[in-house]
């Protein structure tokens, strides 16, 4: 199996388990890009004044559309990215159509105008409003790890609330977004309110280049950090969904059978590949022995293979690059001392990009296993002696996406979750956070800015605006020019009416600033 030439005009999809071309497609130019973001733009009123009822119609079409068809839909998604069918029906496909009932659902609490009270006795002449408003144009930057969910829940949250999007999906999983196109095409998206373009990462910086209003990136840190200065530059506003290296905590009360095999699902799910990995597995010692040797059994049992057949757990990596990376980081940690328990070696009879589930032990901070996110079929495990170790070794990290704590005692969960530096904490679970579509998404630190999914992502996609309409229009204000010695004097008074300690000291400054209401103004 050859790996296809990355060319900067053409984009070849392959299958990762087994090199079959899947499709073939030209590149967006930056020419492509403006034109798609000035189409999106003209579109977007039309889309904005439908309303929230008509957008809300066109959701439920998607989901039943996707319902539908969602075998076809996963086995696209298997088909590009590698993943088993189970994987891309529930991590894929349920993520995806929970969105759209999720966004449905709130959109009317997103949008709906609040009334303002003012304390300001002078300002309660007005009556203050706060309307959230689409954005604009929303530009999309998604990976190839969830080549539906990520870019679809983003999408779904940016179209309810009245926006267009340009998606610019991976290079490597372009399938799963022009799937995802058709669907909301076909269900009565304007073809101009939702449009794909396609590229490399110079179609991704043209989409920034390229007037939309707002950008939701996801992928690495490495170039999150790229796409926000290159967005700095033009005041784009961004979401940053980056990597994670999120640490698993299994205390000494821990159910070992139940964490071993959270452990193993939580590091190998999707090869590895997925932002809220485990990527750090610290166990007290205590349970260590017991739990390192349940998780190479568990291991031990898992059928690597082509996601397509419904044995696999485990598929390819989605590319040999990937592979190559995730390899180095192994080699280099065996090479400072890490044992491979399992694994730790590529398959090459099952393809050049399929790599063995892998458990490390004795590993530590010093190791990139430790500090880099993987993005493999890595678990590494360490013992630790208490609770506070253990939060010191899962905060001792550059990122911040998730973390998991498995103990038996919620009360003792629910403590230490406060404690570890993290977007979210799950006790007792593990990445099933971003199948919950009320939760908001995202990482402190490293992993990023901003939430995607739930509440917090759906008012990413809007923007707020205040309205005031004066009750009194037909007076001049208090504090217009005609200014002079005694306006000073009333409205040092006027302060002691607002903020003064006492019913006397407000009545003596009411008293005295009331007359400025009959004072001539310019
Ligand atoms: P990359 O950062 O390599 O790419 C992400 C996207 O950005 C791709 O569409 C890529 O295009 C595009 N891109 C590349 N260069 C530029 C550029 N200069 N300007 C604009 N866009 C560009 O990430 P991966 O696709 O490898 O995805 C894996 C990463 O995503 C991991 O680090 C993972 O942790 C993170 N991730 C984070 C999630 C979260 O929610 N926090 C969820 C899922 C993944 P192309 O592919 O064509 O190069």
Same mark, same amino acid.
């Given at each position: 199996?050859?790996?296809?030439?990355?060319?900067?005009? &053409?984009?070849? /999809?392959?299958?990762?388990?087994?090199?079959?071309?899947?499709?073939?497609?030209?590149?967006?130019?930056?020419?492509?890009?403006?034109?798609?973001?000035?189409?999106?733009?003209?579109?977007?009123?039309?889309?904005?004044?439908?309303?929230?009822?008509?957008?809300?119609?066109?959701?439920?079409? $998607?989901?039943?559309?996707?319902?539908?068809?969602?075998?076809?839909?996963?086995?696209?998604?298997?088909?590009?990215?590698?993943?088993?069918?189970?994987?891309?029906l529930v991590s894929e496909v349920i993520v995806t159509l929970d969105a759209?009932?999720?966004?449905?659902? /709130?959109?009317? &609490?997103?949008?709906? +105008?609040?009334?303002v009270r003012h304390a300001n006795i002078v300002m309660k002449t007005k009556r203050g409003r706060i309307l959230h408003e689409p954005v604009g144009v929303l530009g999309i930057i998604s990976p190839w790890n969830y080549p539906l969910s990520i870019p679809a829940t983003e999408t779904l949250a940016a179209l309810v609330?009245? /926006?267009?999007?340009?998606? %610019?999906?991976?290079?490597?999983?372009?399938?799963?977004?022009?799937?995802?196109a058709r669907l909301l095409h076909e269900a009565g998206v304007p073809q101009d309110i939702f449009q794909v373009v396609l590229g490399f990462g110079g179609?991704?910086?043209?989409?920034? +280049? *390229?007037?939309?209003? %707002?950008?939701?990136?996801?992928?690495?840190?490495?170039?999150?950090?790229?796409?926000?200065?290159?967005?700095? &530059? &033009?005041?784009v506003p961004v979401v940053l969904e980056l990597g994670g290296k999120d640490p698993m905590l299994v205390l000494d009360d821990a159910d070992v059978d139940i964490a071993s095999s959270a452990a193993v699902w939580g590091a190998l799910m999707n090869a590895g590949q997925t932002?809220?990995?485990?990527e750090r597995c610290y166990v007290h010692r205590n349970l260590y022995e017991r739990f390192v040797s349940e998780c190479a059994r568990k291991? @031990?049992?898992?059928?690597?293979?082509? @996601?397509? /057949?419904?044995?696999t757990d485990i598929g390819p990596l989605i590319s040999l690059r990937q592979l190559e990376a995730v390899e180095a980081q192994i080699e280099e940690a065996v090479a400072a001392g890490a044992i491979a328990v399992t694994g730790g070696k590529?398959?090459?009879?099952? @393809?050049?990009? $399929? $790599?063995?589930?892998?458990?490390?032990v004795n590993v530590n901070?010093?190791? *990139?296993?430790?500090? %880099?996110?993987?993005?493999?079929?890595?678990?590494?495990?360490?013992? $630790?002696?208490?609770?506070?170790?253990?939060?010191?070794?899962?905060?001792?990290?550059?990122f911040g996406l998730s973390a998991s704590i498995w103990t038996r005692n919620a009360r003792r969960g629910d403590a230490l979750a406060r404690r570890v530096n993290a977007g979210t904490v799950m006790v007792n679970d593990v990445i099933t956070c971003f199948a919950v579509a009320e939760a908001p998404h995202g990482g402190i630190k490293a992993s990023g800015l901003g939430r995607t999914h739930g509440l917090f992502g759906m008012r990413e996609m809007v923007r707020t605006k205040y309205v005031a309409s004066d009750l009194l229009p037909s007076i001049k204000k208090v504090w217009w020019y005609g200014y002079g010695e005694q306006l000073g004097h009333q409205m040092s008074a006027f302060v002691g009416l607002l903020f003064g300690n006492s019913l006397v000291a407000r009545a003596k400054g009411a008293a005295i600033s009331f007359p400025s209401l009959w004072r001539k103004r310019l």
């Open positions: 199996m050859n790996t296809p030439a990355r060319s900067p005009e &053409r984009i070849v /999809n392959t299958n990762p388990a087994t090199g079959e071309v899947l499709s073939e497609h030209a590149c967006a130019a930056a020419a492509n890009v403006q034109d798609a973001v000035a189409r999106a733009r003209a579109a977007q009123p039309a889309w904005s004044r439908l309303g929230i009822a008509g957008r809300v119609r066109v959701l439920r079409r $998607f989901q039943q559309l996707l319902l539908e068809q969602r075998s076809e839909v996963a086995a696209c998604v298997t088909a590009e990215s590698g993943k088993p069918v189970v994987e891309s759209a009932r999720f966004c449905t659902e /709130n959109v009317y &609490r997103v949008m709906r +105008e609040e009334d609330t009245g /926006n267009a999007v340009v998606l %610019k999906p991976s290079e490597l999983t372009p399938l799963s977004a022009l799937y995802l179609t991704g910086s043209a989409l920034i +280049e *390229s007037g939309i209003d %707002k950008l939701v990136f996801t992928g690495s840190v490495e170039t999150g950090k790229r796409v926000a200065e290159a967005a700095a &530059r &033009r005041l932002c809220l990995s485990v291991i @031990g049992q898992l059928k690597v293979g082509n @996601g397509a /057949n419904a044995e590529r398959l090459p009879q099952l @393809g050049p990009n $399929f $790599f063995a589930p892998t458990l490390l901070h010093r190791m *990139s296993l430790m500090q %880099k996110e993987t993005f493999g079929p890595v678990l590494p495990i360490m013992a $630790f002696d208490s609770d506070d170790e253990a939060i010191a070794l899962a905060n001792d990290s550059d």
